[in-house]
């Protein structure tokens, strides 16, 4: 049975399992005031302007949702396209959030930040702090966990009971042991997940565990924190949705 403790990230407490081979998926959400970061963004392509976000409540399972019941997002990336299939069934809130998401463009431009081989690619925070703060302050209730997180699934990161927000990680292999926690999947890969494999992981896990990229300064300083200290991520160009030609 695994045992679990509290690491302190300075942000909020982020549970691990110990005697896993890694740690969870986890979304670490500053408890401070968002610090400004000085000076433009506008070197960053894709997330030059600071557009106004107003996304609505996700927090309803309600079938007359305008979310289809099925749909396929394309992620156009550095390192190549692949396509997630998401079914609103498995987990509507997170699926929901997601559609919400890809519509507002928010995933364009955002870095594979925590790549861990043989574990899971997570990505999702926006590169422009303010948008990104917008979406953090909004989170969503959990929604039962219907599939298990195997290979190619897709699911949001949390810092513990609903606290979903942006954050998302794929599974590279059969991580069921995430299930128990409340890591419930909405969707999974169904084209291209060679690419996803293929997303640079040498930084390796985040700070303050490992040298990779430190979820705190990403959320106050964006694309510019991340371009200037881990240039070698791997990025999303951009995410939209596949039109139904059936």
Known sequence: MSKRVRLELGFVPVLLLLGCSQPMPSE?????PPVRVEGSLASTPGNSSDVPVTPVS????DSTSSVPAKFRVKFETSKGDFVVEVTRDWA???ADRFHELVASGFF?????????DGFMAQFGINGVPSVQKKWRDRPIKDDPVKESNKRGYITYAMAGPNTRTTQLFINF??????DRDGFSPFGR??????V???????????APRGPGPDQGRIQRQGNTYLNSEFPKLDFI??????KDES
């Not at 996700?58 to 399972?61: L, N």
């Not at 292999?173 to 995430?178: E, Y």
């Open 196 to 206: 996803v494999d293929s997303l640079y992981n040498r930084y390796g896990e985040g």
């Open 28 to 32: 670490a959400v500053s408890a401070d």
């Open 173 to 178: 292999g059969d991580n069921a042991s995430l």
């Open 237 to 242: 160009k951009k995410a939209t949705f596949v």
């Open 108 to 116: 364009d431009e955002c870095r594979f930040f925590r790549v861990l």
């Open 92 to 94: 509507p809130r997170g």
């Open 58 to 61: 996700a927090s309803s399972t």
């Open 189 to 194: 890969v169904i084209e291209g997940m060679k």
